[in-house]
Protein backbone atom coordinates (compact mmCIF):
# COMPACT_ATOMS: atom_id res chain seq x y z
CA UNK A 1 0.00 0.00 0.00
CA UNK A 2 1.27 3.48 -1.47
CA UNK A 3 -0.25 6.57 1.41
CA UNK A 4 0.09 10.00 -0.87
CA UNK A 5 -0.20 13.18 0.74
CA UNK A 6 -0.65 16.40 -1.57
CA UNK A 7 0.20 20.30 0.00
CA UNK A 8 0.78 23.18 -1.58
CA UNK A 9 -2.56 24.39 -3.44
CA UNK A 10 -4.18 27.81 -2.96
CA UNK A 11 -4.98 30.71 -4.32
CA UNK A 12 -2.93 33.22 -7.06
CA UNK A 13 -3.52 35.59 -9.77
CA UNK A 14 -3.07 34.58 -13.03
CA UNK A 15 0.58 34.28 -14.62
CA UNK A 16 1.66 33.41 -10.95
CA UNK A 17 3.34 30.17 -10.07
CA UNK A 18 2.65 27.84 -7.42
CA UNK A 19 4.21 24.16 -6.45
CA UNK A 20 2.98 21.41 -5.01
CA UNK A 21 3.91 18.59 -3.00
CA UNK A 22 3.86 15.20 -2.85
CA UNK A 23 4.88 12.93 0.00
CA UNK A 24 4.53 9.33 -0.77
CA UNK A 25 4.74 6.76 2.12
CA UNK A 26 6.99 4.20 -0.18
CA UNK A 27 7.52 2.74 -3.54
CA UNK A 28 9.14 -0.64 -3.39
CA UNK A 29 8.32 -1.88 -7.32
CA UNK A 30 10.92 -0.99 -10.02
CA UNK A 31 8.53 -0.40 -12.32
CA UNK A 32 6.33 2.66 -11.42
CA UNK A 33 4.85 5.88 -12.75
CA UNK A 34 3.99 8.64 -10.80
CA UNK A 35 1.48 11.51 -11.49
CA UNK A 36 -0.18 14.89 -11.04
CA UNK A 37 -4.05 14.62 -12.76
CA UNK A 38 -6.39 17.35 -12.05
CA UNK A 39 -10.23 17.19 -12.13
CA UNK A 40 -12.13 20.79 -13.06
CA UNK A 41 -16.20 21.26 -12.11
CA UNK A 42 -17.73 19.00 -14.46
CA UNK A 43 -14.88 18.16 -16.32
CA UNK A 44 -12.85 14.53 -16.50
CA UNK A 45 -9.79 13.92 -14.89
CA UNK A 46 -7.39 14.18 -16.55
CA UNK A 47 -3.45 13.14 -16.30
CA UNK A 48 -1.34 16.69 -16.44
CA UNK A 49 2.49 15.54 -15.65
CA UNK A 50 4.19 12.07 -15.44
CA UNK A 51 7.02 10.96 -14.31
CA UNK A 52 8.47 7.18 -14.28
CA UNK A 53 10.61 5.51 -12.17
CA UNK A 54 13.05 5.93 -15.43
CA UNK A 55 13.20 9.30 -15.23
CA UNK A 56 10.86 10.06 -18.33
CA UNK A 57 8.50 12.67 -18.01
CA UNK A 58 5.53 13.35 -19.68
CA UNK A 59 2.89 16.33 -20.10
CA UNK A 60 -0.01 17.04 -21.62
CA UNK A 61 -0.67 19.70 -24.27
CA UNK A 62 -2.03 22.49 -22.33
CA UNK A 63 0.77 22.64 -19.67
CA UNK A 64 3.35 21.40 -21.72
CA UNK A 65 6.37 24.73 -21.00
CA UNK A 66 4.56 25.91 -18.44
CA UNK A 67 5.14 23.24 -15.99
CA UNK A 68 7.34 20.64 -14.53
CA UNK A 69 7.01 17.92 -12.68
CA UNK A 70 10.37 16.33 -10.44
CA UNK A 71 11.36 13.52 -7.66
CA UNK A 72 13.42 13.31 -4.70
CA UNK A 73 13.88 10.14 -4.01
CA UNK A 74 15.55 11.00 -0.75
CA UNK A 75 12.79 12.71 0.25
CA UNK A 76 10.14 10.69 -1.09
CA UNK A 77 8.75 13.26 -2.61
CA UNK A 78 6.88 14.33 -5.73
CA UNK A 79 6.99 18.20 -7.42
CA UNK A 80 4.71 19.62 -9.91
CA UNK A 81 6.27 23.10 -10.29
CA UNK A 82 3.58 25.29 -11.83
CA UNK A 83 4.05 28.73 -13.80
CA UNK A 84 2.36 31.15 -15.82
CA UNK A 85 -0.69 29.91 -14.57
CA UNK A 86 -4.35 30.49 -16.10
CA UNK A 87 -8.02 30.51 -14.69
CA UNK A 88 -8.15 27.43 -17.04
CA UNK A 89 -5.88 25.15 -14.46
CA UNK A 90 -7.97 25.81 -11.68
CA UNK A 91 -9.13 22.20 -10.57
CA UNK A 92 -8.29 19.77 -7.55
CA UNK A 93 -4.80 19.00 -8.01
CA UNK A 94 -4.64 14.66 -7.34
CA UNK A 95 -1.38 13.02 -6.55
CA UNK A 96 -1.22 9.44 -7.76
CA UNK A 97 1.02 6.47 -8.39
CA UNK A 98 0.62 3.87 -10.98
CA UNK A 99 2.19 0.16 -10.31
CA UNK A 100 2.72 -0.65 -13.82
CA UNK A 101 3.23 -4.13 -13.47
CA UNK A 102 -0.36 -5.20 -11.74
CA UNK A 103 -2.29 -2.11 -13.03
CA UNK A 104 -3.06 -1.13 -9.43
CA UNK A 105 -3.72 3.41 -9.15
CA UNK A 106 -2.89 4.91 -5.73
CA UNK A 107 -4.37 8.47 -4.86
CA UNK A 108 -4.24 11.18 -2.73
CA UNK A 109 -6.62 13.67 -1.37
CA UNK A 110 -6.33 16.20 -3.74
CA UNK A 111 -5.38 19.59 -2.95
CA UNK A 112 -7.37 22.94 -4.34
CA UNK A 113 -5.76 25.14 -7.22
CA UNK A 114 -7.76 28.55 -7.84
CA UNK A 115 -5.95 30.69 -10.59
CA UNK A 116 -8.19 34.08 -10.59
CA UNK A 117 -8.10 37.88 -10.18
Known amino acids: QVQLVESGGGLVQPGGSLRLSCAYS????????MGWYRQAPGKQRELVAS???????GYSDSVKGRFTISRDGAENTVYLQMNSLKPEDTAVYYCNVLNIPIGVNYWGQGTQVTVSS
Open 51 to 57: ITSGGTT
Open 26 to 33: RIIVNFYR
